[in-house]
């Protein structure tokens, strides 16, 4: 079946620009996940959703940064007002198990957008 | 705070030989660790797990090694083919939510 598919594999944007990330996740998934990875470091967490409802978003940088997943299904990353900094590869993972929920938890990566902010 | 370490960056072995990767963490409420392999511009891709009940984990040629009392986490691959060169992440959770990851090791598989 399909995996996790992100949109759009690549972005550049001008600092100062609100940009949207789209995931759509393995269907019948319940969990969805977004990471930040820096080159060479491995994926850093950002904030995580069971169905529609954020159970965590501990790991989003600061509040230019959010997620909505308003029917558990699809997810959209917003970073408003962009900044240098913001440049890395974003990547969204679901797992079929509830986080929290009993059983093997394995996430399953996409493919990730890359985001320049020149 | 680095709660997952890899310490090795890079690793190259020969074909057919035994490849160990290795992950240090240093908390002790994970209770879920995973490896991923990550071939360039892909995701990285689910390889094997173990639950912190269990000691060692088997599926075909990988295995995974759990060491609690020194919170140490092994990968080995045997025999080794090149089509596993690629980056190696472990990555822990606890509660099965958020997964933290190690830095990434490159390994390399010589002909």
């Known amino acids: 079946g399909a995996g996790v598919s992100q949109s759009p594999r690549y972005k550049v944007t001008k600092r100062g620009q609100d940009v949207a990330l789209r995931c759509d996740p393995i269907s019948g998934h319940v969990s969805l996940y977004w990471y930040r990875q820096a080159l060479g470091q491995g994926p850093e967490f950002l904030t995580y959703f069971n169905y529609e409802a954020q159970q965590d978003k501990s790991g989003l940088p600061n509040d230019r940064f959010s997620a909505e997943r308003p029917e558990g299904s699809i997810s959209t990353l917003t970073i408003q007002r962009t900044e240098q900094r913001d440049s890395a590869m974003y990547r969204c993972?679901?797992?079929?198990?509830?986080?929290?929920?009993?059983?093997?938890?394995?996430?399953?990566f996409g493919p990730g957008t890359r985001l320049t902010v020149t | 705070d680095q709660q997952v370490k890899q310490n090795s960056p890079s690793l190259s072995v020969q074909e057919g030989r035994i490849s160990i990767l290795n992950c240090d963490y240093t908390n002790s409420m994970f209770d879920y660790f995973l490896w991923y392999k990550k071939y360039p511009a892909e995701g990285p891709t689910f390889l094997i797990s173990i639950s912190s009940i269990k000691d060692k984990n088997e599926d075909g040629r990988f295995t995974v090694f759990l060491n609690k009392s020194a919170k140490h986490l092994s990968l080995h691959i045997v025999p080794s083919q090149p089509g596993d060169s690629a980056v190696y992440f472990c990555?822990?959770?606890?509660?099965?939510?958020?997964?933290?990851f190690g830095q990434g090791t490159r390994l390399t598989i010589n002909p």
């Open positions: 990555a822990a959770s606890q509660g099965a939510q958020k997964l933290v």
């Open positions: 993972a679901s797992s079929l198990i509830p986080s929290g929920g009993a059983g093997s938890y394995e996430q399953y």
